[in-house]
């Protein structure tokens, strides 16, 4: 989704162009408990309606084509040549175990490529149509933007395969180099983007918030450094990166860079480090790598505020321990608690600790700017996910989407296998949208929930979690079951596994939508008017003399800082005069 656009103004008042603030973590075998790959995403956006995307295999007859429309808008872009045949995709991840996120980073606005006709959208989901592995899809993605050119502004991509992780980043070359006439200059000037991808060693996590990532980078040895010009290569074990061969020598061209290829920064050069980059962005990786190495990330703790942009994070770090599935949906699921960040300590956070601020983020106090902060966890998350790929599984059991909708903090990862062709009814495309409400809506039944929540934020959460932790780990268990039944039977039983996957999915969705909504009724019922309605043995209390009365609830104060806050402001107004 699109950057946190960040900015300055003459005047120094941080402004916030853009609402999005989409987060990636990228886990590789070695860095978790059971051997699988994983990447996640959060669909930040205001105006993103949650469901859960699919597009069926398919063939084609030669000469047909795709019509590409701009991810963002809708806007058509152009067409594309069809491929013969293409895989099945289930949101972000297909058939084969790969799956494909992102985070858009913006970077210089005047290399966006407005003739371009692959935007970041299309290029995930047309690349997911045609590729198996993480290699391949690099080399898809760097074939389609030389052909087609590359529509959008700065973007990372994170690319999984069951063995693999790659990040990958980009920019377009919007901005035309001229020749000493004054003129564009056709030798200098080709379609497409300039980029870097990057192996993410095994046995580290890497992660990127809307900034680009990548810096300086080995150059090209033939071995594991290879250029755009070697995709032929891509496939050799030992590569461990590749880019774009004009990287260097486009922002060269363009006046943007004049020293020494070793000194080049894929970071600096294209998307240039502020305080915003730093403290709106870079910081959600910085809080996710504090989870997973605390003793290595504090190191960073100056970087993530901000205040020492020369002290620059690593791309990737080796955690503490390998990660089990619960800790990565753990990355997701972040305020900044326990660090100087945490947004629930705050007066901002109110009565009840709600760590949540709605827009604007930045605002001035006596003529000094400041700003809220940008968690990983955001109330405007259309979906969020967690692409697992394991390499020792058949594909269609293999490959899991763990899949949920709204915020991420409050929201269930419901098990989707990469192998189904049905969608569930609470997830399906097109069962309501940001315009219009459906009853039988996942999206709609936990923003019910979650909005209901931040008013009482402190004490509900608590309840809501009870139940967010129930159906996931009773859905990570019942795949452990799975696993037994299907684990030794690579290559066969496809169409069983299939109808399987089908019936497996779609049940858990199901489990999980009655289960939330039975959640809604009994959050209303307890916390309704701010009262908190008493319970013993998980029935509520009643008053001893009729069933459907219930005891005096209780009444729990505001915290004292809120009561000290509101002296602050109303001065001796509320004061009881004896």
């Given at each position: 989704?699109?950057?946190i656009?960040?900015?300055l103004?003459?005047?120094a ?25 994983m990447i ?14 699919y ?37 972000n ?35 997911l ?29 994170s690319?999984?395969?069951p ?21 564009i ?33 080995p ?119 326990g ?68 915020d ?48 009482r ?112 402001t ?9």
């Open positions: 989704m699109k950057r656009s960040f900015y103004t003459a005047m008042m941080l402004v916030f162009a853009k609402a999005d603030a989409c987060t990636n973590f990228l886990i590789t075998k070695g860095a978790s408990k059971d051997g699988s790959t996640t995403y959060a669909a930040d956006s205001h105006t993103l309606y949650g469901c859960l995307y597009r069926p295999a398919a063939n084609y007859p030669a000469g047909s084509m795709l019509d590409i429309y701009e991810w963002d808008s809708g806007r058509r872009l152009g067409q594309i040549k069809q491929a013969a045949h293409t895989y099945s995709v289930v949101g991840m297909n058939e084969h175990q790969l799956s494909i996120a992102e985070t858009t980073y913006g970077g210089r606005s005047e290399q966006v490529d407005t003739t371009g006709i692959m935007d970041y959208g299309s290029l995930i989901y047309v690349t149509q045609r590729a198996k592995t993480a290699r391949e899809a690099i080399k898809v993605i760097a074939e389609l933007i030389a052909e087609y050119g590359y529509y959008s502004s700065g973007e990372s991509f690319i999984a395969d063995n693999e992780v790659w990040i990958m980043e980009m920019i377009g070359k919007g901005q035309k180099v001229m020749d000493k006439k004054g003129t200059d056709p030798k200098k000037n080709a379609k497409g983007a300039v980029w870097v991808a990057a192996r993410v060693p095994d046995g580290y996590i890497s992660g990127h918030a809307n900034h680009a990532r990548i810096t300086t980078f150059k090209a040895d033939g071995k594991k450094v290879l250029t755009s010009k070697q995709l032929a290569k891509i496939n050799e074990p030992a590569v461990e990166w590749i880019y774009s061969e004009d990287v260097i020598d486009y922002a060269r061209n363009i006046g943007i860079f004049n020293g020494k290829d070793t000194e080049f920064s894929f970071s600096d050069i294209y998307a240039p480090l502020d305080f915003s980059g730093a403290r709106g962005c870079e910081a959600r990786v910085w809080a996710g790598f504090m989870k997973a190495n605390a003793a290595e990330a504090k190191k960073y703790e100056s970087y993530a505020r901000g205040e020492d942009l020369k002290n620059r994070m690593p791309l990737w770090i080796k955690p503490a321990q390998p990660l089990s599935l619960q800790d990565v949906f753990g990355l997701m699921r972040d305020h900044y608690e660090t100087s960040l945490d947004m629930t300590k705050d007066a901002g956070a109110g009565a009840f600790e709600l760590p949540y601020r709605w827009r604007p983020m930045g605002f001035t106090v006596n003529n000094v700017d400041y700003v809220h902060e940008r968690a990983i966890s955001t109330q405007q998350t259309a979906f969020s996910f967690i692409a697992q790929a394991r390499s020792w599984m058949p594909n269609p059991v293999g490959g899991i989407l763990w899949f949920g909708v709204d991420s903090y409050s929201t269930v990862y419901v098990p989707m296998y990469c192998g189904i062709t049905r969608i569930p009814e609470s997830f399906r495309e097109g069962n309501g949208n940001m315009m219009q409400y459906s009853a039988t809506s996942a999206f709609w039944l936990f923003n019910q929930v979650s909005n209901f929540t931040y008013l934020y402190k004490d509900m959460i608590v309840d809501v979690q009870k139940v967010q932790q129930e159906l996931e780990y009773g859905f990570i268990a019942k795949v452990a079951e799975n696993d037994q039944r299907w684990s030794g039977t690579k290559g066969t039983n496809n169409a069983e596994m299939v109808d399987f996957a089908n019936t497996f999915s779609n049940t858990q969705a199901q489990i999980m939508f009655n289960r939330w909504k039975s959640l809604s009724e009994y959050l209303l019922v307890k916390y309704m008017d701010g009262n908190i309605k008493k319970e013993r043995n998980g029935r509520f209390v009643n008053n001893g003399f009729n069933q459907n009365i219930p005891a005096m609830p209780s009444q729990p104060p505001y915290s004292q800082q809120f009561y000290e806050l509101i002296i602050q109303s001065g001796d107004n509320h004061r009881v005069v004896k």
